[in-house]
């Protein structure tokens, strides 16, 4: 009988191990022990983390309905001292034991003769406990049925474990999910806004590659992002390659990984981020910046579905949604042979143009709050902003936005770090947002000094708008830190 009781815990411990069902795993657990150990009553009492008292969980026996209406206090009868002091119990006779509490007993008209009881502990922490009472056949409980039931509680207790850390999990994941959608959330009730939505959610349902055009700043990255979070791929990877800022070198090795010894400083396998991204979806973005020898490597992975590894000779089959994006003029690359006609062509399968956000001024006014929510959550200055002026927003209208979406949310996040008042006013704005220059190019200037003139004035404006930043600056023009600088310098700005 032993031997077949060890055998059934056994069991159930690897049940346990492959289920997070607690509610299932528990039944089962005092089903089991009641039946082995031949119980008339057998109960599970968990702390409740909030009242510190325990409340009965599972109950079986004739009064296992009634019984859960109760609840003990910590040191309250033998479960309630098996809490508190975290080691099991077992009484022969309730009646001469002075920890025995007749309270739930006589309430519901069961009597009780003896019990045996243990505590649900994970390390230090007692979660709860489980007991028994009494045997069918009116014997008193052994300390062969607490043994048992000691290894019945480690499993339950294991039970509770796995079940609350995977609902924790699952409760972060939700709220990384839900931050992630804000961060990420396309704003725009624009007419030409809702058809982009409308094509991307068509899009996104395809394996179709996609190409995104659009100025910088204009949200190329948040449509590729829908897309995929759209698509039967969004529990896959989606990774995004900024391929103008890299070297081809370092960029081939990147986007396919290498082998060991393939150059000077691999001195393990490393894998690429096609590989990492294989049944999701990689965004390659600036495709425009690419060379004609990358742009080959890149046509393969599309017809053929393979990559290669620096150093390899092995095709590895990756299942990739590639979406790329650029701001430059691909079709008059392609016609300047910088850029193959072949990967145009394959990249272009359905294409997105995103306008500009003087192209779609109605979506400024919500844009802007969006931006405001956002930097009010971490801004970390203590200032409530509770809104933005009528006047601001009428500058926030009225202005061209050469920087695009990202230069009005680096314009709201001055102003919020900035701005002295509750609303957003148009003192708290920069000089360039509230009194744009007009274009004062006079005839007789060569094509190079009314384009430094342009280049002077642009990156002046931009450096305000981020506080002189140049890094905020060359995230907003998109280009490197390294290029604005020398421009500042061979400009004079």
């Known amino acids: 009988m032993r031997d077949n009781s060890l055998k059934i815990i056994k069991d159930i411990s690897e049940i346990v191990n492959s289920t997070i069902n607690m509610s299932h795993l528990l039944d089962v657990i005092i089903a089991t022990a009641t039946r082995i150990m031949n119980a008339k009553a057998s109960s599970l009492l968990l702390i409740d983390e909030k009242t510190g008292k325990l409340f009965f969980h599972i109950a079986t026996g004739e009064k296992k309905e009634e019984v859960k ?23 022969s006779n309730v009646k001469e034991d002075p920890r025995w509490s007749s309270k739930i007993s006589n309430a519901i008209g069961f009597s009780t003769s003896s019990i045996a009881c243990a505590p649900l502990k994970v390390g230090d922490t007692v979660l709860g406990v489980i007991e028994i009472i009494d045997h069918l056949d009116q014997t008193s409980l052994t300390q062969e049925d607490l043994d048992m039931l000691c290894a019945f509680a480690d ?13 924790s999990v699952n409760m972060e994941n939700e709220r990384l999910r839900e931050a992630l959608v804000g961060k990420f959330a ?26 995104i055009t659009g100025g910088s700043g204009t949200g190329k990255e948040l449509i590729a992002r829908f897309i995929h979070n759209s698509s039967p791929r969004k529990s896959a990877p989606y990774i995004t390659v900024n391929c103008g800022a890299l070297p081809e070198t370092l960029l081939e090795s990147e986007l396919f990984g290498y082998e060991k010894g393939a150059f000077t400083g691999a001195y393990g396998q490393k894998t690429g981020l096609f590989e990492a991204a294989d049944k999701g979806t990689i965004f390659l973005d600036e495709i425009g910046e690419t060379s004609l020898g990358m742009q080959v490597k890149l046509l393969r992975v599309l017809q053929e579905g393979t990559i290669t590894r620096v150093g390899g000779t092995r095709a590895i089959k990756v299942d990739v949604r590639v979406i790329a994006a650029t701001n430059r003029d691909i079709e008059e690359r392609v016609q300047e042979k910088d850029f193959r006609d072949d990967l145009y062509y394959r990249l272009n399968v359905v294409r997105i143009k995103l306008p500009t956000l003087s192209e779609r001024k109605e979506d400024i006014p919500s844009l802007a709050k969006h931006f405001l929510e956002k930097f009010q959550m971490t ?76 280049k002077r004035d642009f990156i002046r404006r931009t450096l305000e708008s981020v506080s002189g930043s140049k890094t905020k600056a060359a995230t907003v023009l998109d280009v490197q830190r390294t290029y604005l600088s020398r421009l500042i310098k061979e400009l004079g700005v």
């Open 186 to 211: 396309i704003v725009g009730e624009s007419p030409i806004m809702k058809k982009i939505i409308s094509d991307c959610s068509k899009v996104a349902h395809s394996t179709a590659t996609a190409l």
């Open 379 to 454: 801004s970390g200055s203590g200032r409530k902003v509770e809104g933005i002026s009528p006047e601001a927003m009428e500058v926030l209208v009225n202005y061209d936005w050469p920087g695009n979406i990202r230069q009005l949310e680096n314009v709201i996040e001055l102003a919020v770090i900035m701005g002295a008042t509750k609303d957003i006013k148009p003192a708290d704005l920069p000089r360039e947002v509230c009194q744009p220059t007009k274009s004062n190019q006079s005839a007789g200037l060569t094509l190079k000094d009314a384009q430094d003139n342009f």
């Open 69 to 91: 209406l109760y609840e003990l206090s910590m040191g309250e009868g033998i479960a309630g001292w098996v809490a508190e002091h975290g080691t099991p119990v077992l009484t």
């Open 155 to 167: 499993i339950a207790a294991l039970s509770i474990l796995r079940a609350r850390i995977f609902s």
